[in-house]
Nanobody, 122 residues
Framework: VQLQASGGGLVQAGGSLRLSCVAS????????MGWFRQNPGKEREFVSR???????YYADSVKGRFIISRDNAKSTVYLQMNSLKPEDTAVYYC?????????????????WGQGTLVTVSS
C-alpha cells in the first residue's frame, strides 16, 4: 500500500482544514486507518483512527473538533479539522494498520504516508 497525504497548510486559529489520504496499489477497505502528528524532537502522537466498519476514535486533545471518515470506494481517508488551535501545529501522517480495528500505537501501523504540514497561527 502506498499512502499519499495532502491538505495541510497555514490557517489562523479557529479555522478549518481537511486532510486527505489516498491509498494506492492495494485496497484499504479492510484496514483500520489512523492519523498521527509529530513535531520536531517529539514522539509521534495519535490523533484519530477509524476501523474498517467506520467506528471512530479520537485523542482527547482533538475530540469534538476533528472528524475522521473514510470512503472505501475512493480508497481515501479524511480528517476534518475544525476550531484549530496553535498547539495543533504539526506534521500530520496517515497510516494503515495491518488489522481491521487498529489502536492508538504508531508501532502497530504498517504503512505510512509522507506527511503534510499543518501550521496554525495565533
Amino acid at each position: 500500500v502506498q499512502l499519499q497525504a495532502s491538505g495541510g497548510g497555514l490557517v489562523q486559529a479557529g479555522g478549518s482544514l481537511r486532510l486527505s489520504c489516498v491509498a494506492s496499489k492495494r485496497t484499504i477497505s479492510n484496514n483500520a486507518m489512523g492519523w498521527f502528528r509529530q513535531n520536531p524532537g517529539k514522539e509521534r502522537e495519535f490523533v484519530s483512527r477509524i476501523t474498517w466498519t467506520g467506528t471512530t476514535y479520537y485523542a482527547d486533545s482533538v475530540k469534538g473538533r476533528f472528524i475522521i471518515s473514510r470512503d472505501n470506494a475512493k480508497s481515501t481517508v479524511y480528517l476534518q479539522m475544525n476550531s484549530l488551535k496553535p498547539e495543533d501545529t504539526a506534521v500530520y501522517y496517515c497510516a494503515a494498520n495491518l488489522g481491521s480495528i487498529g489502536n492508538s500505537s504508531p508501532g502497530t501501523y504498517r504503512y505510512w504516508g509522507q506527511g503534510t504540514l499543518v501550521t496554525v497561527s495565533s
